[in-house]
């Protein structure tokens, strides 16, 4: 209901509470809620959803006649049955139309196979690539040189090679390229002069006194049938043979 005006404005009726009534945020933050599946609160235990779905829109054709249709007694769960019959056709078309005839095949070969006839050798050509018979030609052998040091069935002359001109002890040697006193290794002295003498620093042996005495590793002992009475050793020898007399033992 709208009150009457006061001055230039008319009064309304309030549309709600404000902010400036609570002292707490109250009504400003929205907690999430307990039920549902989306936005639920996660402090809290949510317990299994099951989605409700429509009901399925009418199929245009329907799955099965039903009594609506009327069925033919010859339509089976098969097919329809029919009675037996021959199936009359054109004849069949064959792919190859020229086949080969009696002048196409030679029986003159055959005949030795059916009759007896005398033995025929055949005169074959000879092969072209026939490698025993292929021997070495006069452009397949190399004579041996005559000149030269390294002749092989004649008499050689000194032979003397020429070689350039030395440059030692000439104006063209280079004087600076020669090894100097720092190129050599120091010479040991005892290789030209009497060698002193020379001692090597062992360790400090302890000699043996009343407190040392010789343990069990310091003594081999061997074989202690050197010593001591030897127990009887039996070998392992061959099997004795099927056709050998069996032992007899001496009875009183």
Same mark, same amino acid.
């Given at each position: ?106 029986t003159d070969p055959a005949n030795k196979h059916v009759y007896y006839t005398a033995p025929a050798n055949s005169l ?64 040991? $002295?005892?290789?030209? &002069? #009497? *060698?002193? !003498?020379? /001692? @090597?620093? +062992? =360790?400090?042996?302890k000699l043996a006194g009343k407190d040392r005495f010789p343990g069990p590793a310091d003594y081999n002992t061997g074989? $202690?049938?050197?010593? &001591? #009475? *030897?127990? !009887?050793? /039996? @070998?392992? +020898? =061959? ?14």
């Amino acid at each position: 209901m709208e009150g009457p005006w006061v001055g230039t404005w008319r009064p309304h009726p309030r549309r709600g509470p404000i902010l400036a009534e609570y002292t707490t945020p109250g009504p400003k933050y929205g907690l999430p809620g307990l039920t549902g599946h989306m936005a639920h609160d996660p402090t809290k235990d949510r317990a299994p959803a099951y989605s409700f779905r429509g009901t399925k829109a009418p199929s245009a054709a329907t799955c099965s006649p039903g009594p609506r249709y009327f069925i033919e007694s010859s339509i089976t769960k098969t097919g329809k049955q029919v009675a037996p019959s021959a199936l009359v056709t054109a004849r069949p078309k064959s792919k190859i139309l020229v086949t080969p005839g009696p002048s196409d095949y030679t029986t003159d070969p055959a005949n030795k196979h059916v009759y007896y006839t005398a033995p025929a050798n055949s005169l074959a050509s000879r092969p072209k690539d026939l490698k025993g018979s292929r021997t070495p030609g006069p452009g397949d052998y190399t004579l041996p040189r005559v000149l030269g040091p390294h002749t092989a069935y004649t008499h050689a002359e000194p032979c003397y090679s020429m070689m350039g001109k030395s440059k030692y002890q000439s104006c063209f040697q280079d004087l600076a390229k020669t090894p100097g006193p720092a190129a050599f290794a120091k010479v040991d $002295l005892d290789l030209y &002069k #009497t *060698r002193a !003498p020379k /001692f @090597s620093m +062992g =360790l400090k042996t302890k000699l043996a006194g009343k407190d040392r005495f010789p343990g069990p590793a310091d003594y081999n002992t061997g074989k $202690l049938s050197v010593t &001591k #009475t *030897r127990d !009887p050793a /039996f @070998s392992f +020898g =061959l099997r004795h043979s099927l056709y050998k007399a069996s032992l007899v033992p001496e009875t009183h």
